[in-house]
């Protein structure tokens, strides 16, 4: 990241991640427009870290997503080959 955001900024932003977490779960990709609109939420639109850390958070969940999904055929298969 390449700056910080001040300790009120991140209070400001926390409440936003379970807002991000269901676009998240939903399955699609989240633009920049929505984490705009997150942002413009929690009065944090003129804070460009604001935007590159939720960018930040949406990559992981959607990695955690992907690692959940991957884990979830993975079994699915292993029961299907009796190895489970």
Do not use: C, W, Y
Request: negative net charge.
């Amino acid at each position: 990241m390449t700056s910080r955001l001040s300790s009120e900024a991140l209070n400001q932003l926390t409440p936003l991640l379970g807002s991000l977490a269901r676009l998240v779960a939903r399955g699609s990709q989240v633009s920049e427009a929505q984490l705009r609109t997150l942002l413009l939420g929690a009065d944090l639109e003129s804070e460009p870290a604001a935007l590159e850390e939720l960018n930040l958070h949406s990559a992981l969940l959607n990695e955690g997503l992907g690692n959940k999904a991957n884990r979830i055929v993975m079994l699915g298969q292993r029961a299907q080959n009796g190895t489970f």
